[in-house]
């Protein structure tokens, strides 16, 4: 099987300027691959860089050094060299990111925030608002929130509209970020329920999970961050 | 000039060495940059850091010093900084928009709000009254005017009102880009919010060109895919928006972003 | 003891300017040309423009006329005539075909001109853009450039308030199809009169030092938008005085019960069509 992402050496320091010039490092020469179908599990207490590497990837985080190489329309891409314009069709098509807290838009109703990564492929606003309306059903909005802006919503009804935003539209990698911390339990296994179906239809799933239950259900490959080195081919599942 | 389809592998607006000089004091200097067609571009820094300066001096406002900004304009690729008077003028009412700060400068003030808007399509050859009637008052909507106000000056509006009025008179030639200098600086926050959305809908709806020069990291971040970062006059720090803001590089960077009181 | 003036007024280093001026407006028809305009004895807003046009092309054999809202005999008309009779003594005459210079305020006769003849005008505002932009050097290079759309803002305005296009006076028009220019305040009935006008109409501006020029037979068209096009205005009254029915007349309320009349606004042609019908 090949490899849909393959992170190739990369590093990551932050120098606080105005903390009188502190260096975190927080990866160093970090090598892993990872492959379609499959689900790789972060794990690691605070600080030892998950998050950091799923924003690495999503090219949010910039790359110190290193590759990070993305299967992108048949064609291996470096996210660290790619092109902004490049980046933006990656985010469209390729690689998915939920993040730990949704950033809501003011005044835009909750429907709308979810449907906006199907509009922006191109796809029909009634098709994307019938496929909005049922994973918004799935993930137990209620209907009357739907045309509401997500600003005054719970946390966790606002993490469900960032689940229902991230998991509408399908990608071939998908970066979740602690996507079920603030989630009841029904909640919780529709989501992982989600992500077995994103993995199932050959997504690459990465993600970080906080607790062990839902690690558990998930399954996969889990990767203990802490050990900050890891040789590429250790990591063959 | 090379025909009328501006060449899709040339980007829509590069900006080269562009410096600018008042006398001693700098404007802006050593600029160099690239905007996509269907990019939005942030200018963020504090007051006097230049943004503005480079905003007119891409505008053709002001003469620069030295350094070009070539335009893919759809008679081909232009030197703003070089052409003559009557191109610049003729880009400057069809292909490129341009909003002030304060809609005084932007608008004609002792003109109806569909007078402001059908002025550009006048200027552009349209001879029918009804047509341009039609089309202003469906940009009225767009911009969340209601269109019973379609006769009124624009003394009579709001604040919020004005500078939605002004994107609405800009956009209606459809320009190739928009330039936007600080439109929702001195608006209440609440109808901050209201411009804002107007302009995230018009952006992702038209997938208009633009650059923005504004203060608010906030504003910067919802509309803008890359973004940078001026200091005195120069540029400090680009990348993604989330780059930026996110994990800022640069000392000034880090201290601008950090300065933001998060509600 | 009586003072000596120079023939008709001016100097003749003065006139010469000014005809240098005039030449050059012919030149280019419609193009507002600035010219160093002098005191004349009278204040601004009584036609200085004009009196220096009328100084300027004067000579022992013209014969002039002076109207002021149409009718030879209103303080304006009496004052200039006077004004070159005093200055020139000049052959002065009411009578449109008779004169050779016709110097106006807000008509154009009613009988039509001849090419021995030259209109002048006295012109307030003769910047057409000043409405839609006050900045006189942006004014320019709206001409320059003929970036003339914006003058249609104007009507634009006028049709959504009144429905129409409601601009009686000065209308603003397109000559030989390259500036646009302000008729001065003539009713807008008269604009078709300096279209292929067999006469030549020249145009001062006293205060703006200004002027311009429709050489005989240019175009001249007033703008108007397609679906309104340029009317003239109609009255279902004839003139009470003579009867015609195809000139420009005026109102007016003859006693307290608010009684209206219609008459000629051109007086010499009203009576002079009364005298021909008593013929």
Known sequence: MEAVLKIINISKDFVLHHQDGTRLQVLDHFSMEFFPGKITLLNGPSGAGKSTLLRMIYAGYRTCRGNIMVKHKDHFVDMVQASPATIYDIRLHTIGYVSQFLRVVPRVSALDTVIEPLIQRGVSESKAREKGRQILRRLRIPENLWHLSATTFSGGEQQRINLARGFIASYPIMLLDEPTASLDPDNRDTVLNLIKEAVRSGSCVIGVFHNQGDQEKIGGRAVDMTRKYFHPTEVEH | ?263 | MSLQYNFAYLDEQSKKMIRRSILKAMAIPGFQVPFGGREMPLPYGWGTGGIQLTASLLGKEDCLKVIDQGSDDTTNAVSIKDFFKKTARIEITENTEDATIIQTRHRIPETPLTPQQIMVYQVPIPEPLQFIEPKRQENAKMHAFSEYGTMYVKLYEDIARHERIAMAFDYPVHVNGRYIMSPSPIPKFDNPKLHQSCAMHIFGAGREKRIYAVPPYTDVVSLDFEDYPFELEEWDESCAICGSDQTFLDEIITDDEGTRMFVCSDTEFCSRVRQKGKR
């Open chain 2, 1 to 263: 000039m090379t025909g009328n389809v501006p060449d899709k592998s040339l980007p829509l607006l590069k900006v080269q060495n562009l410096s600018k000089f008042y006398g001693k004091n700098m404007g802006c200097h050593d600029i160099n940059f690239e905007l996509a067609e269907g990019e939005v571009i942030g200018v963020v820094g504090e007051s006097g850091s230049g943004k503005s300066t480079l905003l007119k001096c891409i505008a053709g406002k002001i003469n620069t010093t030295n350094g070009s900004v070539f335009f893919n304009s759809l008679y081909g690729f232009v030197d703003l900084c070089q052409c003559d008077e009557l191109l610049l003028r003729q880009l400057t009412r069809t292909q490129i928009g341009y909003v002030t700060q304060n809609s005084v400068d932007g608008l004609r003030m002792n003109i109806s709000a569909g007078g402001n808007i059908g002025e550009r399509l006048m200027a552009n050859g349209m001879r029918n009254y009804s047509q341009i009637r039609k089309i202003a008052l469906e940009w009225l909507e767009k911009v969340e005017i209601e269109t019973n106000r379609i006769d009124d000056l624009p003394t009579t509006f709001s604040g919020g009102m004005q500078q939605r009025l002004q994107i609405a008179a800009n956009l209606v030639t459809d320009p190739k880009i928009i330039l936007m200098d600080e439109p929702t600086s001195g608006l209440d926050v609440s109808v901050q919010a209201r411009l804002i959305d107007v302009l995230r809908k018009l952006v992702s709806r038209l997938r208009l060109s633009m650059i923005l020069v504004t203060h608010d990291l906030a504003v910067a971040r919802m509309l803008s895919h890359r973004l940078y970062v001026m200091k005195e006059g120069k540029i400090v720090e680009s990348g993604l928006s989330d780059q930026i803001l996110d994990d800022p590089r640069e000392p000034y960077t880090q201290l601008l972003v950090s300065s933001v009181l998060k509600p």
